[in-house]
């Protein structure tokens, strides 16, 4: 078993990606009678070629079974901090027993320095609550969002 971390380009694996989005929509996403699986392509490709969206994918054996992505820009108040903001973060099922999901996650952090930033959020379900992972990595909680569909 050879796992594989690397950024890749959204648009160059984009079939791959279908499969284990649907699968993350599937396990995570709330009120999915009203909330419909439609991301805005064209808005991904603007910022990936700006420099502004990262994908990071694991694969073993050459196959995909996970990612990490980010947006990276200054924050809008603090402009020397460069923000690496957590978009998703999905393994498939099999995988998540193993050690894979940390190495995802110290990877992005690498990734993610190397790329300029020098602070880094994550966006953090509550239906797959991983803030004990986090928080052993010297994370701590910041924010809270609460929802309402209106």
């Known amino acids: 078993m050879s796992l594989v971390l690397q950024t890749e380009g959204l648009f160059d694996i984009h079939q791959e990606m279908e499969v284990l989005i649907e699968q993350h929509y599937q396990e995570l996403t709330l009120n999915k009678d009203k909330v419909k699986l439609k991301p805005v392509w064209t808005q991904y490709k603007e910022l990936e070629d700006k420099g502004e969206f990262y994908l990071l994918t694991a694969r073993i054996d050459g196959e995909l079974v996970g990612y990490s992505a980010f947006f990276l820009k200054p924050h809008i108040h603090y402009n020397d901090v460069i923000v690496a903001t957590n978009d998703v973060l999905f393994l498939i099922k099999r995988i998540r027993t193993g050690t894979t999901g940390i190495k995802l996650i110290k990877y992005s952090e690498q990734r993610m ?9 994550w966006h953090i379900k509550h239906a797959n609550d991983i803030r004990p992972i986090l928080h052993r990595m010297g994370y701590v909680d910041e924010d809270i969002i609460v929802g309402k569909m209106l």
């Open 113 to 121: 320095k190397e790329l300029g930033a020098t602070k880094m959020t």
